[in-house]
């Protein structure tokens, strides 16, 4: 079955830390930025569609972040490193493109970062190897311009 949660409703539960929504079509996300206690959001296959969500990035506690599967189209936003608690970025099979920004190395406590599935361009970039919390990265099935060898 599916479920409609109106996201403004989302931050009056003061204490919830963890939203599953996998598999629930979103209209949208507005109202979820007021929902500082979560820790886990949970996002995939929701049917979200249009540029990455800004409304997430205010979400200062997030230690894990999963919008797979969705239609998310655009770059990932430099403000990312806003994040700063995050451990887990998956954005998995969306329409995500350009450069994979270098604002991601500012996620110190970063483990695993998850991009399969996307459009992203260019080469894989140097800072990733700096990131000493990183453990797992996951950048297959690209369909970008990737850079010529030669």
């Keep these: 079955n599916r479920v409609a949660v109106p996201m403004e409703s989302i931050p009056d ?3 919830l830390e963890v939203l599953d929504l996998s598999f629930n079509p979103i209209g949208d996300l507005e109202g979820i ?5 979560l820790v886990e959001l949970i996002l995939d296959n929701c049917d979200l569609l249009g540029p990455f969500p800004e409304e997430l990035l205010e979400l200062y506690d997030l230690e ?3 919008i797979n599967n969705n239609k998310i189209k655009g770059e990932i936003p430099e403000d990312i490193d806003d994040l700063e608690s ?3 970025l998956s954005l998995d099979d969306n329409e995500l493109t350009g450069a994979i920004p270098p604002s991601l190395s500012g996620l110190l406590e970063l ?6 599935g996307n459009k992203f361009e260019g080469a894989i970039p140097d800072f990733l190897n700096t990131m000493t919390s990183l453990e797992v990265i996951d950048l297959s099935h ?8 030669g």
């Design 142 to 149: 690209q369909l970008g311009k990737q850079p010529k060898k």
């Design 13 to 15: 539960a003061e204490r």
């Design 86 to 88: 995050l451990e887990i």
């Design 111 to 116: 483990r695993t970062l998850s991009l399969s």
């Design 33 to 37: 930025d007021d929902a500082e206690s």
């Design 64 to 66: 894990r972040l999963s």
